[in-house]
């Protein structure tokens, strides 16, 4: 592991780490650790607060991933520029968001950030998981049905990706961050499977 990707992953990180959800819901007076499911991510800032707060979460949170892979292509920064640096920001800051120092380690589920962190290194693969979120959620409902599917699209695209594209530009690092991205996703949203299994878990009644 070289300098420059220890330098990404701890950016990544502290980029993940910055509380947006938490910070937007204290402007507006709300403790959000102790409202709806006390989940500081865009969702349940959305049902909580309203859309404005909401929307503003999920990209701001989007943002950080996204500026997480990419912040060391700048010319101000004496980096080598190798676009692949972004694979260790891009789960950094997924982790930062998740577990985030600057908020006592108790953040949200990641995806939105993760989102963020795909556009700058696996444009195609976020946007073919888009599509699956979208075609899920106006299915079910269920943002975290939607959530998790999206997710298990990543390394469906990534294999295919892989052993069908160029062979001298494949890169068997984007397979394992896109199964190393599902699998945290689907592990953050233990809870809401347990809730969808019981039948308890909340569902979106019209639209966003």
């Known amino acids: 592991m070289s300098v420059e990707a220890i330098a990404v992953t701890i950016v990544g990180y502290l980029l993940g780490s ?7 819901a204290k402007k507006y007076g709300v403790d ?4 709806g ?6 969702t349940n800032v959305l049902r909580q607060i309203g859309k404005t707060a909401g929307y503003s979460v999920f990209i701001l949170d989007f943002l950080k991933g996204l500026v997480a892979t990419l912040w060391f292509l700048l010319p101000i920064f004496s980096f080598s520029g190798d676009i692949t640096l972004g694979l260790w920001g891009l789960p950094a800051a997924v982790l930062g968001h998740t577990l985030p120092l600057f908020a006592k380690f108790r ?6 950030t993760a989102m963020g962190g ?5 444009p195609v693969c976020l946007l073919i998981g888009l599509v699956c979120w979208v075609v899920i959620f106006f299915s079910t409902r269920y943002v975290a049905v939607a959530s998790i599917g999206f997710g298990a699209s990543l390394p469906v695209y990534s294999l295919v990706d892989y052993w069908t594209g160029d062979p001298d530009s494949r890169q068997i690092g984007t ?3 896109a199964f190393l991205v ?9 809870e809401n499977l347990v809730r969808l299994k019981a039948g308890t878990e909340n569902r979106f ?4």
């Open 18 to 24: 910055i509380p947006f959800g938490v910070l937007v």
């Open 32 to 35: 959000i650790y102790q409202a």
């Open 37 to 42: 499911s006390g989940n500081p991510g865009a």
């Open 107 to 112: 953040g949200g589920k990641g995806v939105a």
């Open 118 to 122: 795909l556009l700058g290194v696996m």
């Open 175 to 177: 397979v394992f961050l």
């Open 182 to 190: 599902m699998g945290w996703i689907v592990w953050r949203h233990q």
């Open 205 to 208: 009644e019209k639209k966003l």
